[in-house]
């Protein structure tokens, strides 16, 4: 069964062919990044003008990358939710569009639930290999995970530690109470001066950072599984202000221009030592109190390499990882996803589908 995946909830226009959940046969990925750094962030309306300027191309290019026809695909999966509302539309509009003129089934998928199911993508079909060199070192898993299956799933606009049961049934065991993750590794490289998107700049600075040099505080919540950042942000904030010999009252933006490269470096590596604890310390916790049967990781922060290194080290059963260009938003976990709610569930009807930006899990 080949689906069709369009992701479209933030800054990426994405549509990838799958084939029964598990085989890559296309990935296209028309990235925004360039356009939103002179920002600093996603500019919304920005976001969901590219996204019309290159959807049907991009639908285009990944049917032909897979060399396929529609009438080789047999559905279309769709990100309906959570995301900007103005980008979310552009990839439903399409996608209803498409499936109504095309006669295909259609799949509406929950952004979030879709990250965890870049991990059951483990083949790429053999003209994308053939096409696309860069495939031939795509290090994909040896094989599909099993359940239960716990997941972390931390990205830009989510921190979410979840227990799946089967493709069908999930149990959300905790999830941020305020920002993000990623959106803490976005913020606290605008303070230090980095790129966005901020969690590679982070990643980088801190392999010339000492790890150990500053402390910060990490969260005590009532439920053990939720997140919250928004403190170490702070606490980071408070820090650089101290260590630049201003108040609490000196502007974030300014900060920057005033450090060392030895302190960016530094701080980088304290703060990405702290989030990646607080990340393994309760994912442990879950693994040890749940016993699944496989963990996985998913979201854009999942490409953090520190985060993967020391999770394999502190967890007593093997762990693998999708491809970092699979752990970012993409289209063929969602794709993917669409294949195991085809199995399962009756299509989406076209006309009824709406959009849902805070939707949750
Ligand atoms: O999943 P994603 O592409 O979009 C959302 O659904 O949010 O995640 C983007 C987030 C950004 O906050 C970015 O800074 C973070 O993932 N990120 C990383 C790394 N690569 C991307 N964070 C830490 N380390 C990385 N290597
Ligand atoms: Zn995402």
Redesign the pocket.
């Given at each position: 069964m080949n689906i069709l995946g369009i992701e479209t909830?933030?800054d990426?226009t994405a549509v990838a062919v799958v084939q029964d959940g598990r085989r890559l046969l296309s990935n296209t990925i028309v990235s925004q990044i360039d356009i939103h750094r002179e920002f600093g962030g996603v500019v919304p309306e920005v976001a969901a003008r590219s996204h019309i300027e290159v959807i049907l191309p991009t639908i285009q290019k990944a049917l032909t990358d897979a060399e396929l026809t529609w009438g080789q695909i047999d559905g279309i999966a769709v990100t309906h939710g959570p995301g900007l509302l103005g980008s979310l539309l552009i990839g439903t509009l399409a996608a209803l569009t498409l499936a109504l003129l095309k006669n295909k089934p259609l799949y509406a998928i929950n952004?979030v639930e879709g990250?965890t199911y870049a991990n059951f993508i483990t083949e790429v079909g053999s003209i994308f290999n053939s096409q696309f060199p860069i495939s031939k070192s795509l290090p994909l898993p040896p094989g599909q995970p099993g359940f239960p299956l716990l997941s972390l799933t931390v990205?830009?606009?989510?921190s979410q530690l979840i227990l799946f049961q089967d493709h069908g049934g999930y149990r959300l065991l905790g999830q941020t109470q305020d920002d993000?993750v990623?959106?803490a590794?976005?913020k606290v490289?605008k303070m230090l001066g980095l790129s966005y998107?901020?969690?590679?700049s982070?990643?980088k600075a801190a392999e010339a950072g000492n790890p150990l040099a500053y402390n910060f505080p990490k969260a005590k919540l009532a439920n053990p599984y939720d997140f919250s950042f928004s403190g170490l942000k702070t606490a980071v904030l408070r820090h650089l202000q101290r260590l630049i010999g201003e108040d609490y009252s000196f502007p974030s933006f300014e900060i920057a221009s005033r450090l060392s490269q030895q302190q960016i470096n530094d701080t980088a590596a304290s703060f990405q030592r702290v989030a990646v604890e607080t990340m393994v310390g309760k994912t442990l916790a879950a693994y040890r109190e749940f016993g699944p049967t496989t963990v996985v990781i998913a979201?854009?922060?999942a490409?953090?390499?520190e985060?993967r290194a020391q999770l394999q080290e502190k967890l007593p059963i093997a762990i693998s990882y999708a491809p970092?260009i699979l752990?970012?938003?993409n289209a063929a976990m969602i794709a993917a996803r669409g294949y195991f709610t085809a199995l399962a569930e009756k299509p989406s009807d076209p006309l009824g589908l709406e959009v849902s930006p805070s939707l949750t899990m």
């Open positions: 909830s933030c990426e952004h990250h990205s830009g606009g989510h993000a990623g959106e590794f976005d490289a998107p901020g969690g590679p982070i990643a979201g854009g922060v490409a953090n390499s985060l970092p752990c970012t938003d």
